[in-house]
């Protein structure tokens, strides 16, 4: 949104003042309508100065869900004037679990949109790709662009959104983005970003007056600037790769009993899956799932040794959802099957010892 330009008095023959270059052409009360209706039960439809634009949805209404949009005679008001034009959260929400949630924009949408995924993982399609959102993943997106977005089937992302837009929007954009090349931005898990969702949703709870709106512009000021913040620390400290691959070996021993991709390790990293792996072997000698798998192996050697819980239940304390699976590993990393390592051990009460790699 842009501010109504005001009346100038133009000088005889003078040339017509060109438009600004990605700027957002300034709301017409009578074309814009920020209350979409439902063609049908999945698909939104908005009017922007005449423009359609179509939003396919899937599942909605997730148990402890929380929606706020700003009518759209509030909105036009805000853009009058000169704090709340500067930027502005127009709608906003979370989603906890959203399992079978979907969006898809072939035009995208009249505002800017940023995704903050808090736990659980989604997909985004764009133009020039697909990305997998993760914990600690922002996605910022451009309007007017084609998106796609859904939770992760298995495990369904829980996540904050929120549509805004403003004179210096583009700018944000630009750089969080590098200009549009970065997307998807990787974040260290920090309170602040909640925090400050969560501030703007109390704010505009409370109510929707002129100094709601500012005090709601100016934390979306601090969200997008905490964010820039990250975003330059990031680049200004660059991790060795022997870093970022010692990163993931934590990673992976605190993760024993969680199903984590090598993708997802790798996208941690900053790499890419091949890139990963090779420099994986290079630092551990070892591929990233022949290492985890040993990792999970070896506690569950423990566990055997010193407990008596079941097969199947340590199968599923160190990841894996199939015991049978589980168990063909276990015998082929140790040479023994579950039972035969735990009557072993405790025959002979000898110490455990960590499975042979040459073994897998």
Not at 277 to 302: D, E, L, M, W, Y
Request: aromatic fraction near 10%.
């Amino acid at each position: 949104m842009v501010m109504s330009k005001p009346t100038e008095s133009k000088r005889p023959g003078a040339a017509p003042a060109k438009p600004r270059n990605r700027v957002l052409p300034p709301l017409d009360p009578k074309a814009f309508s920020l209350e979409g209706y439902m063609a049908d039960d999945k698909t939104r439809v908005f009017s922007f100065n005449g423009r359609k634009l179509v939003s396919v949805l899937g599942r909605e209404n997730f148990p402890g869900e929380r929606i706020f949009k700003l009518p759209t005679k509030v909105v036009e008001s805000a853009n009058r004037q000169a704090l709340t034009a500067a930027l502005l959260p127009c709608r906003l929400g979370y989603f906890p679990r959203a399992k079978g949630q979907k969006v898809s924009r072939a035009n995208g949408d009249w505002a800017f949109t940023l995704l903050y995924c808090l736990d659980g993982a989604g997909t985004l399609d764009l133009s020039q790709g697909k990305h997998r959102i993760t914990r600690g993943t922002i996605a910022l997106l451009r309007p007017f662009e084609f998106h796609a977005y859904a939770a992760d089937p298995g495990d369904p992302w829980s996540y904050y959104w929120i549509h805004f837009n403003g004179t210096v929007a583009q700018q944000y954009y630009d750089v969080l983005t590098t200009g549009g090349k970065n997307t998807c931005i990787a974040v260290q898990s920090d309170l602040r970003f909640v925090e400050t969702f969560e501030k703007i949703l109390g704010i505009y709870q409370a109510g929707q007056a002129y100094k709601d709106l500012v005090q709601a512009s100016s934390a979306m000021h601090q969200l997008l600037g905490d964010l820039f913040g990250q975003v330059c620390h990031r680049s200004a400290v660059q991790e060795s790769t022997a870093t970022r691959i010692e990163r993931t070996l934590t990673m992976m021993r605190k993760n024993l009993g969680a199903h984590v991709s090598i993708h997802e390790l790798a996208a941690s990293t900053g790499m890419s899956h091949a890139y990963f792996t090779q420099q994986f072997r290079k630092h551990t000698g070892q591929s990233p799932r022949s290492f985890f798998n040993r990792q999970k192996i070896a506690k569950a050697c423990v566990y055997l040794a010193e407990t008596d819980t079941k097969v199947e239940s340590i199968a599923h304390l160190v990841g894996y959802a199939d015991p049978f699976y589980f168990c063909r590993l276990f015998k082929r990393i140790t040479q023994r099957t579950p039972t035969m390592y735990r009557q072993s051990f405790r025959k002979t009460s000898l110490a455990i010892v960590e499975p042979d790699p040459r073994h897998e």
